[in-house]
């Protein structure tokens, strides 16, 4: 007899709501759940598809010993002791900084992060690194200069907006929005509203929409400044909104100023008159951005982005209704790490500072294959898989080697984990309880704890108690009174409250490790330290989120967050969690006159080399790589690299390179035949696709392959020919949709 339970996608920030068939202990059919309030019946082939990365062949059932060349299999007490003596060995020889914590924050699987920060906060260590730090670095490091907080998504709000405007990003196939596919075509549809596409090539999303902006590869920052400059010189800028929200305008005014645009257009190759009119169109209507990879990995990403924030406010479009907005958290996703900030580390081989506490990825390998006696010796790794993922594979590999311990905790047998020395077996988020805070819908936000749906086989554990279980065997968790295991197992959860904060307030210092005693105590009545987790992270949101919870219906009071908890848990197809207030937005700036600051006094050097004379230059393709490679497309069937199962991949194209035709005839290759990818990291052969679909000297290749599945390598990694060295200067995030490199037939 099989029974259908709810639960919600794991693959991406959406969390759409799914149900799955369970019939003994295993997924057998999943379909949308129309009763989630947010998606409504709504998802999308990867979710269709869960049951491929729940059910592989590479699943991990034991924790594992390397011995040799190859595993052994160990019990847990065996694993959990011996890497504990081993890495206090280390930290002590060595001090904090030779560790580094790899993951602990996936697209959307959060309910680990909290403990695999405090472990490394006991440990001494910052060394943090996640996709953050290829990501959205340039993003938050902007926040943090014009709002005063680093850790601020920012999106369309899309019930008010009558222009959307998606730049660098492929929504159709990526889904960064609700319901993607179904809102983008009834917004393409509708007469009163208008879709822009900012992207070189024609995407699948660009396909559809009112305008595509079909920009040179690397040009978004000279067309902004291009952009704004126009809109100044004709006086089109909302100068009321200007006086009222930013406290700095005049000083980078004079950024935009004896400013050639017509230039700038000839050389982002975007026709004059069409500039015009989006410069009209950007400051006659309301308008909202989604921005993505395009731009976060894209040239000068980080200047993109600082300029995108002062289009925005030209236009009087930031932070107000229908224009972009600033999303609440539940939880902040790291530390605020201000870059001023002498208790910071830096990395000594490269000197990136970290942004909301997490490193850029290209710092890694070299913090790790470096003679500074304080370089990087262990790594721990759960939730990640750099060998494939992290710039430069050869490099990773090299360093992954020569870690003097590296751990890694996942769902399979990943390539990174093929070079670790423990390899520990964890519960996906359909086995255990699970959580993501990232937040993409305004200003009602739906939030969910997914509930497991099957039980775990093996050991499997969650990732969250593999990390309490490392922490309490090296140390760090003292013995705690029997008072808090009785009060979290006989009585309600605002009393053993009462007991922990007495507990905390008696025992100051051990605040910073209240995550280990809840997960010890509540985790352990709950059955799950990661749902005790989510407790906790709703108990201590911050007061601006709070506000919101309110305003969703909830009774405020100290228990209010308590009472949302137990509406969670008892709606496994989600909640309505906050409503925010369009019109209260500016509360998300952190500065006291609540106004913006658009001036950063390093941008002021890097910004004036952003001329169409400079920019034509750097871009002019070089004799040794005249190609420009996007690395990396998130393409439909995969979720980065969590469905290996070739299966999944059915009746898709597998990986290819996608090559214009013309380019296609002067390489001498038919469409599927092999070429051979050169660029300074690296070379790789992968068969070809020719397309239209991508402009002539640019070449582009998907992110998800080059994975080891029982037993079999399938396609090409990308990061095979990425370099640690392509970085933004300013905050160290690569730069891999601008990968130069050589093509040549096989
Ligand atoms: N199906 C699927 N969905 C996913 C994922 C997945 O693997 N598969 N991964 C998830 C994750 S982790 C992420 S981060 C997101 C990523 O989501 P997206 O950012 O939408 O993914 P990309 O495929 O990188 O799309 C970026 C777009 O930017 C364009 N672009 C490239 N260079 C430039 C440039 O110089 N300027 C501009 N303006 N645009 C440029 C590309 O042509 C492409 O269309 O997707 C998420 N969703
Ligand atoms: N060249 C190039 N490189 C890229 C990109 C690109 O576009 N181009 N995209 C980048 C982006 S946007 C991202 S987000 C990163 C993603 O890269 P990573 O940060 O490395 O993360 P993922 O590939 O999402 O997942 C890593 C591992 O998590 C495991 N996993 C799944 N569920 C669980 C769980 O519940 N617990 C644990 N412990 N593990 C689990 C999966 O099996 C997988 O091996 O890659 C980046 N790398
Ligand atoms: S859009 Fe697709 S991958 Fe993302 S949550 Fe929904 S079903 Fe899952
Ligand atoms: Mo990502």
């Not at 598809?49 to 060349?69: C, F, H, I, M, W």
């Not at 009834?186 to 822009?196: A, G, Q, R, T, V």
């Not at 479009?317 to 539940?330: I, N, R, Y």
């Not at 913090?367 to 992290?390: K, Q, T």
Request: proline content about 6%; glycine content about 8%; overall charge negative.
């Amino acid at each position: 007899m099989s029974t259908w339970k709810k639960t919600t996608c794991t693959f991406c920030a959406l969390h759409c709501g799914l149900e799955m068939e369970i019939e003994d202990n295993h997924i057998i059919n999943v379909r949308p759940d129309p009763d989630n309030p947010r998606s409504k019946g709504y998802c999308c082939r990867k979710g269709r598809t869960s049951k491929y990365y729940q059910e592989n062949a590479d699943r991990l059932n034991y924790p594992l010993k390397r011995v040799g060349d190859g595993f052994e299999r160990i019990t847990w007490e065996q694993a959990i002791d011996e890497i504990a003596l081993k890495l206090k060995g280390i930290v002590e020889k060595n001090g904090p900084r030779s560790v580094g914590f790899v993951g602990g924050a996936g697209a959307n699987t959060h309910s680990s992060g909290p403990f695999s920060a405090a472990l490394m906060g006991a440990i001494g260590s910052q060394y943090m690194f996640n996709p953050v730090g290829c990501e959205f670095m340039c993003l938050f490091w902007n926040m943090g200069k014009s709002l005063g907080r680093q850790f601020q998504f920012t999106e369309p709000d899309e019930e008010r907006l009558e222009v959307l405007v998606m730049w660098g990003c492929n929504a159709y196939v990526s889904h960064q929005m609700i319901n993607a596919r179904a809102g983008i075509r009834e917004l393409s549809e509708d007469p009163d509203k208008m879709f822009i596409v900012v992207d070189p090539r024609l995407s699948e999303t660009a396909r559809i929409s009112d305008i595509h902006v079909a920009l040179r590869p690397g040009t978004d920052s000279l067309l902004l400044r291009t952009m704004i400059a126009l809109i100044l010189k004709e006086g089109w800028q909302d100068q009321a909104y200007l006086d009222e929200h930013v406290s700095d305008f005049d000083k980078v005014k004079p950024w935009f100023e004896n400013f050639d645009i017509e230039e700038g257009c000839r050389v982002c190759q975007v026709p004059y008159e069409e500039v015009h009119k989006l410069c009209k169109i950007f400051t006659t209507r309301k308008w909202g951005m989604h921005v993505d990879l395009g731009v976060f990995m894209g040239r000068h990403n980080t200047m993109t982005v600082s300029l995108q924030t002062i289009l925005m406010c030209v236009c009087g479009q930031f932070l107000m209704p229908g224009g972009t907005v600033a999303m609440g958290a539940l939880a902040p996703l790291g530390p605020e790490t201000d870059d001023h900030d002498p208790a910071i580390w830096k990395l000594h081989a490269t000197g990136y500072s970290p942004v909301v506490g997490v490193f850029p990825e290209g710092g890694l390998a070299p913090e790790i294959l470096n003679d500074d006696p304080e370089h990087i010796r262990a790594l721990l790794v759960g939730m990640s898989n750099p060998a494939r993922s992290y710039p430069d594979t050869a490099k990773i590999i090299e360093a992954l080697k020569s870690l003097e311990l590296s751990v890694v905790c996942d769902v399979v047998m990943t390539e990174t984990a093929q070079y670790a020395d423990y390899v520990l077996p964890t519960a996906t988020p359909y086995e255990s309880y699970d959580f993501g805070i990232f937040q993409l819908d305004f200003p009602a936000f739906h939030f969910m704890l997914k509930t497991p749906v099957v039980q775990p086989e093996g050991e499997r554990l969650e990732t969250g108690e593999v990390w309490l279980r490392l922490a309490d065997a090296m140390g760090y968790i003292p013995e705690l009174p029997k008072a808090l295991y009785d009060a979290a197992a006989n009585k309600s959860r605002m009393e053993y409250f009462a007991e922990l904060m007495g507990y905390l307030t008696a025992n100051p210092q051990y605040m910073p490790i209240s995550i280990f005693i809840i997960g010890k105590t509540l985790g352990k009545a709950m059955g799950s330290v990661q749902k005790a987790i989510l407790w906790a992270v709703m108990m201590m949101t911050p007061p601006d989120f709070q506000e919101d919870v309110v305003s969703a219906g909830f009774t405020p009071g100290s228990a209010m967050m308590d009472d949302a908890f137990q509406a969670v848990c008892d709606n496994p197809q989600g909640i309505r969690l906050t409503c925010g207030k369009p019109e209260n937005n500016f509360k998300y700036v952190k500065y006291e006159d609540k106004k913006i600051r658009l001036f950063v006094d390093v941008l002021d050097d890097y910004i004036k080399n952003i001329t169409p004379e400079k920019e034509e230059q750097a871009l002019c393709p070089s004799e040794e790589f005249p190609y420009i490679l996007s690395a990396g497309s998130h393409m439909d069937a995969a979720h980065n690299g969590w469905m290996r199962n070739p299966d999944t991949y059915q009746y898709r194209k597998p990986c290819m390179l996608s090559v214009n035709p013309e380019d296609c005839k002067k390489l001498g290759v038919e469409n599927g035949q092999k070429v051979r990818v050169t660029t300074k990291a690296g070379s790789a052969e992968i068969e070809v696709d020719a397309t239209y679909k991508v402009r002539p000297g640019y070449v582009i290749m998907p992110h998800q392959f080059g994975f080891d599945f029982n037993g079999k390598r399938h396609g090409v990694g990308a990061n095979l020919l990425t370099s640690t060295d392509d970085c933004d200067k300013l905050t160290g995030d690569p730069l891999w949709r601008y990968t130069l490199c050589r093509v040549e037939a096989v």
